[in-house]
């Protein structure tokens, strides 16, 4: 898109607008530009480390230093996470590995011998304090509307420690509907601008995935535009938690 289409667009959702609106307009296509730049770009740096490139060569490439490149691109954790940096599900939360091992016994529950979508969804409720579970109960909906949804049964909670959780992780298979879910959840996280993957990046990845288990998402009332906005919500209300703290 060329600047003149750029300024077009902008001055089209303002027509009767002045100067300033013009300003803020161009402030907001300006941050969705970028977010939609480091996707982008995150997106093919995953598949490069994936096809064996190091972070000196994608450095290179990036015109950075590998340390640069791996500081944007990979979360740092302190050491004593026992999924080394760099390894699979290292950007994800606690609260999201433990979704993926309670998935994992949603699934087994069904009978199913690899991890769907939609169990997925359910195991979301297994993290009440995760930003998920709080978004899904905040749009007014309950655990057994989530699961009468998909037509499985919760599983009883568990609270996975850090070394168990990565254990289980190791063993846990995914449905392509599975993994669509995990890449989209990565793609939320690259687009909001956050260098760690948690629970409510799991329902946004669930959400963006085409296929039967986000239309079931959005039947009961949820879309991406509305967990975004509850996310902002949540974030605003951590941040207002840390000032007064």
């Given at each position: 898109?060329?600047?003149?289409?750029?300024?077009?667009?902008?001055?089209?959702?303002?027509?009767?607008?002045?100067?300033?609106?013009?300003?803020?307009?161009?402030?907001?296509?300006?941050?969705?530009?970028?977010?939609?730049?480091?996707?982008?770009?995150?997106?093919?740096?995953?598949?490069?480390?994936?096809?064996?490139?190091s972070w000196t060569q994608i450095g290179s490439h990036l015109g950075v230093s590998k340390q640069a490149a791996r500081k944007r691109?990979?979360?740092?954790?302190?050491?004593?996470?026992?999924?080394?940096?760099?390894?699979?599900?290292?950007?994800?939360?606690?609260?999201?590995?433990?979704?993926?091992?309670?998935?994992?016994?949603?699934?087994?529950?069904?009978?199913?011998?690899?991890?769907?979508?939609?169990?997925?969804?359910?195991?979301?409720?297994?993290?009440?304090?995760?930003?998920?579970?709080?978004?899904?109960?905040?749009?007014?909906?309950?655990?057994?509307?989530?699961?009468?949804?998909?037509?499985?049964?919760?599983?009883?909670?568990?609270?996975?420690?850090?070394?168990?959780?990565?254990?289980?992780?190791?063993?846990?298979?995914?449905?392509?509907?599975?993994?669509?879910?995990?890449?989209?959840?990565?793609?939320?996280?690259?687009?909001?601008?956050?260098?760690?993957i948690g629970t409510e990046h799991l329902l946004l990845g669930l959400l963006?995935?085409?296929?039967?288990?986000?239309?079931?998402?959005?039947?009961?009332?949820?879309?991406?535009?509305?967990?975004?906005?509850?996310?902002?919500?949540?974030?605003?209300?951590?941040?207002?938690?840390?000032?007064?703290?």
């Amino acid at each position: 898109m060329s600047l003149d289409d750029l300024i077009a667009y902008v001055r089209s959702l303002h027509p009767d607008g002045g100067p300033l609106d013009n300003v803020a307009d161009a402030v907001t296509v300006s941050a969705r530009l970028d977010e939609q730049s480091d996707a982008l770009l995150g997106h093919f740096v995953d598949q490069a480390r994936r096809s064996g490139a190091s972070w000196t060569q994608i450095g290179s490439h990036l015109g950075v230093s590998k340390q640069a490149a791996r500081k944007r691109f990979v979360l740092r954790w302190d050491g004593s996470d026992p999924i080394p940096d760099g390894q699979m599900f290292s950007r994800f939360t606690p609260c999201a590995r433990n979704t993926l091992v309670a998935a994992g016994r949603v699934a087994e529950r069904a009978g199913a011998q690899v991890i769907d979508a939609a169990h997925l969804a359910v195991a979301l409720l297994n993290e009440p304090e995760g930003l998920a579970a709080k978004i899904i109960h905040g749009a007014g909906l309950s655990d057994e509307q989530v699961c009468v949804a998909f037509e499985l049964v919760p599983v009883q909670g568990q609270d996975e420690q850090d070394e168990a959780a990565a254990a289980a992780l190791g063993a846990l298979r995914f449905t392509d509907a599975g993994e669509a879910a995990l890449q989209g959840s990565v793609k939320a996280a690259l687009r909001l601008g956050h260098h760690y993957i948690g629970t409510e990046h799991l329902l946004l990845g669930l959400l963006g995935a085409d296929g039967p288990d986000a239309e079931t998402l959005m039947a009961i009332g949820l879309s991406v535009e509305s967990v975004e906005r509850a996310l902002a919500d949540e974030i605003a209300k951590i941040q207002a938690q840390r000032r007064v703290g």
